[in-house]
């Protein structure tokens, strides 16, 4: 299956566009080019960090979690300029310890920048949390909660993987680690997908561009997966409608149940069966008894 050669957005177009993710460079890899997109097209582009990746080394005792988290807010900061946007909110919660916070107090935070900002276009991660690091997942969570809370009329994608991208690059995920073992990661069909953006030219400069500047996490993965590779990787971006994701998955968890339903009433139906067949043995060894009697 061959990668899509074309973007495609809402014929409505995008609108003013909030981001929602965990940690910096989240945002670079899974929509710099969707908000370089927006903001050259004269968008509003906005984004929310939970985190400020302070735990993001292999090294920390060069780098303790103060002296990178100062590293990283600069970097974040050079990252979205060469995007175009300058509108950034840090949630200021711990690297790694997004569980710890309160769902009521994210929510709540997450809100009132959703309130100021207005966005028509909400992006942020799907429940599995794209690769299934739990920061990732709690952000899925408040920012779904933030949506239906304070502007559900907006549209909800979360960042997706299309099947072209396990096909040409599973080897390579695999390589790297990529994903959790313990939670799939997302996938889904062209024809499901709520938008598609392929950067090329001027706007894959641009995504390059966003990357590099997280050169504390991205100069040594680019070292390995090496440059002609690193940037065709996600040099496509795609995203599905939350709604309809949440519809499929209840779709899924009702065809689950059903399934279970009749799986109960073959165990049923057999123990019946069973019962009958022990009564009608029971009734002939009466028999045979009563003969000998």
Not at 9 to 24: D, F, N, R
Not at 230 to 241: I, T
């Amino acid at each position: 299956m061959s990668e899509p050669r074309t973007t495609t957005l809402p014929s409505e177009g995008i609108g003013t566009v909030l981001g929602i993710w965990a940690h910096p460079d989240d945002e670079a890899y899974l929509c710099a080019g969707l908000m370089a997109s927006a903001a050259g097209a004269g968008h509003r582009v906005a984004v929310i960090t939970a985190t400020a990746g302070e735990l993001g080394t292999p090294d920390p005792e060069r780098w303790p979690p103060r002296r990178l988290a100062a590293l990283r807010r600069r970097e974040m900061t050079a990252s979205l300029a060469a995007l175009g946007v300058t509108e950034h909110t840090w949630l200021e919660y711990p690297d790694g310890g997004c569980l710890l916070i309160p769902d009521d107090t994210a929510v709540a935070e997450i809100s009132d920048v959703i309130a100021a900002v207005a966005p028509d276009t909400i992006v942020t991660f799907g429940p599995d949390g794209m690769t299934g690091h739990p920061d990732h997942q709690a952000v899925s969570r408040w920012a779904t909660a933030a949506w239906q809370a304070t502007r559900p009329t907006a549209r909800l994608w979360y960042a997706t993987l299309l099947p072209s991208f396990h096909e040409r690059w599973g080897a390579l995920n695999d390589h790297v680690g990529l994903f959790s073992p313990d939670t799939p990661p997302p996938c889904t069909d062209d024809a499901d997908a709520a938008a598609v953006v392929v950067s090329d030219g001027a706007l894959l400069e641009a995504k390059m561009a966003a990357l590099d500047a997280h050169a504390s996490q991205t100069r040594a993965l680019r070292a390995i997966v090496g440059d002609a590779a690193y940037r065709q990787w996600f040099r496509v971006e795609a995203f599905c409608d939350a709604s309809r994701a949440s519809l499929r998955a209840s779709e899924r968890s009702d065809a689950a149940s059903r399934a279970s339903l009749r799986a109960s009433e073959r165990s049923d139906a057999a123990s019946r069966a069973s019962l009958r067949a022990s009564e009608r043995s029971d009734a002939v060894a009466d028999v045979l008894v009563g003969g000998r009697a």
